[in-house]
């Protein structure tokens, strides 16, 4: 029985790694021709924060001996210039730029690929262990549990909405790497990997800033599981806090361990790491910018363009066409409205969530992508392939069917009124602020659907450990 359980793993491995490389190899089709799919021009795959063009602009500028924010152009990291900038001088040597470029984001999206199965393991052994220390092994016995870090990295590596962006020239795919990084850290119990990828998620597009809850509970209470209260009166063993440091090991051993209590010593050392990487990341910045204004100037032309909401072209979002409707002497109390309405909804999340960190990050990661000043589909990329992580607990979902006919009729829909409205004047703004509308509608719909069906899996679990207890 064992040597088929170990054939059929195998198999599966082996599956797996057939259709992720075929996901690479197809990409780098794309990028072959990516110039004339001309994706880097379309607004729903790249964004004034994460154009390569406008990084381009922003290295040609600083060779100039000039401020790489001069202008309106360049919004992003200045150390990204130093990194993505060489690749996007013209060779000598022959070999196209857009390849070079696309085989950087086609590597970033292969590593985070392999980051989100690794925590998917990690939550799948976590999931079944929890359900084994309730008494609910052999209820779930008959029900097979799906491999959700496998579903989740080949639902990254498969969603045209991953593909587009890493052919589309623009940095999601590194910002989307570094989110996932900091996920992983947390979630294997590795303080300074968690700190080093949300600092620089937080550097790159400010927005992962809302992750550090879901990172602390992570780090404190170690993975998903059902409501802590159902542990208390289970026979758990309830180790000190010097055997919580090797719960990790353990997980990946099949043997994770169950605390009751916040293990406050992995959040200290997470804060302790991340003001060190905050350290080194404004210095490496101020020492790239401190003849063109020092950071100042970098905190002005980044975060200050993302709050302030300058450019008002437009994309799948809904702040581009509100601000420009809006009065100037209204501006300010919405900008603060909009951006408030991501931190209003923090607090009660958490506290209602806060037994299920990763899920929680999905959550957060979903309503910032749909409230944020620039979003682009690598947002929705990323989100989504974080709710296939939990496609045993969110099996009975409504509407999955319908949000999936909606989210491609988006697809569909907003280059055709894009085009309408630019290319043909047939149209006006209100054509492809329709099908902004629409995305955000579905993305409510997406969240608040999970968030429900996430808390009737957790009600089903505590019936049923009343009734194995009766």
């Known amino acids: 029985m064992e040597e ?3 054939n059929r793993s195998n198999s599966k491995k082996l599956g797996f790694w057939k259709i992720a490389a075929a996901s690479l190899i197809f990409r780098l089709i794309l990028a072959y021709f990516s110039e004339n799919l001309n994706l880097s021009s379309r607004t729903e795959v790249s964004t004034p924060v994460t154009s390569l063009r406008r990084l381009a602009e922003g290295y040609w500028l600083k060779q100039l001996s000039m401020s790489p924010y001069q202008g309106s152009m360049y919004h992003g990291s200045p150390l990204l210039l130093g990194i ?15 390849l070079l470029c696309s085989l950087v984001f086609v590597i970033a999206d292969f590593i985070s690929a392999i980051l989100i199965r690794a925590t998917g393991r990690m939550l799948e052994i976590s999931h079944v262990h929890k359900l084994e220390s309730l008494g609910l092994g052999k209820l779930f016995q008959d029900k097979d549990i799906l491999p959700s870090g496998d579903i989740a990295a080949l639902v990254y590596l498969w969603n045209p909405f991953t593909m587009v962006t890493c052919v589309g020239f623009n940095t999601s795919p590194i910002d989307n790497l570094f989110v996932i ?3 992983y850290g947390a979630s294997a119990g590795l303080p300074p990997l968690a700190a080093f990828g949300w600092v620089v998620a937080t550097h790159l597009s400010l927005y992962p800033l809302v992750l550090v809850i879901p990172v602390i509970f992570l780090l404190g209470y170690g993975l998903d599981a059902p409501p802590r209260k159902l542990f208390l009166p289970s026979n758990l063993q309830v180790v000190d806090e010097k055997s919580v440091e090797h719960d990790v090991h353990k997980t990946l051993l099949n043997k994770p361990t169950e605390t009751s209590f916040f293990c406050w010593r992995r959040v200290i050392f997470f804060f302790c790491w991340a003001c060190i990487w905050i ?9 790239s910018v401190r003849e063109y204004g020092g950071l100042g100037e970098m905190f002005n032309r980044t975060y200050g363009f993302i709050l302030t909401v300058k450019d008002l072209s437009p994309n799948i979002g809904v702040m581009w066409y509100f601000f420009a409707e809006v009065f100037d002497f209204f501006r300010s109390f919405f900008l603060i409205v909009f951006h408030v309405n991501i931190l209003f909804m923090i607090l009660p999340l958490a506290i209602r969530l806060y037994h299920r960190p990763c899920f929680l990050a999905f959550v957060y990661l979903a309503i910032s992508s749909m409230l944020k000043s620039y979003p682009s589909v690598g947002d929705s990329a990323l989100y989504l392939s974080l709710l ?4 045993n607990e969110l099996a009975e979902m409504k509407f999955s069917f319908f949000l999936f006919c909606g989210y491609v009729g988006i697809s569909l829909l907003s280059p055709v009124m894009h085009n309408l409205w630019i290319w043909r004047g047939t149209g006006n703004a209100n054509f492809y602020f329709a099908t902004a ?11 608040v659907e999970s968030v429900s069906t996430m808390l009737n899996y957790d009600r089903k679990v505590r019936k049923l450990c009343k009734t194995t207890k009766t």
């Open 4 to 6: 088929k359980i170990e």
């Open 84 to 98: 993505l900038g060489p690749l996007t001088v013209k060779r000598t040597d022959g070999l196209p730029n857009h």
């Open 181 to 183: 990084l900091s996920l």
């Open 279 to 287: 350290t080194y990341v404004l210095f490496l910045c101020a020492s």
């Open 388 to 391: 296939a992580l939990f496609v």
């Open 437 to 447: 509308m629409a995305y955000a509608c579905f993305q409510i719909i997406l969240v």
